[in-house]
């Protein structure tokens, strides 16, 4: 994955949604880059790679959704909302946010880890009470409402890249 993305120039600063209000740019609450992977437009650009890389995507985030909702058996699950790439490079972030908003019926949300070599960028629960380092190649999945927030914190050292989706 990273061997295709990592620094291709498809990368964009990422936007944010608040609740009834046009998705933009703000700097102050979110500040990294985002490629939008499941897209016909990013795909088309190297159709054969991009492709096999979408569909392994889809693959884990099946399997990682399947031993959620097998331990969370009242969690209903229709479809995932196709995948983003995220690239956090020193004293990037995501400040404290839940993934719910009046234009999504987001239920989980699924962050892959793609990379290690990187300090920082922790996931934190709850106001930082509860700090997580997701391991290379392993999926953290969360409930998406108001009652979970949560934030990336910043990296202070490499670059954080992650693959994340919401499960509807």
Known sequence: MLAEYAYCSDWVPAQIAKYGEEANVDYGHR????IG???VESISKNYNTRHK???ALFAASGKAIAAYVDKFKFCRISQDSGYDLLKYECNEFFAEHVDITN???????CSFALNADF???EFAFFGRSIKYSVPKGAALLFPSTFAYPHEVMPVTRGTRYSAITWFN
Do not use: F, M, T
């Open 103 to 109: 234009q999504n019926n987001r239920v989980v949300s």
């Open 31 to 34: 500040n990294c880059k985002i």
């Open 53 to 55: 890389l979408d569909a």
């Open 119 to 121: 300090e920082g960028g």
């Open 37 to 39: 992977s499941s897209g």
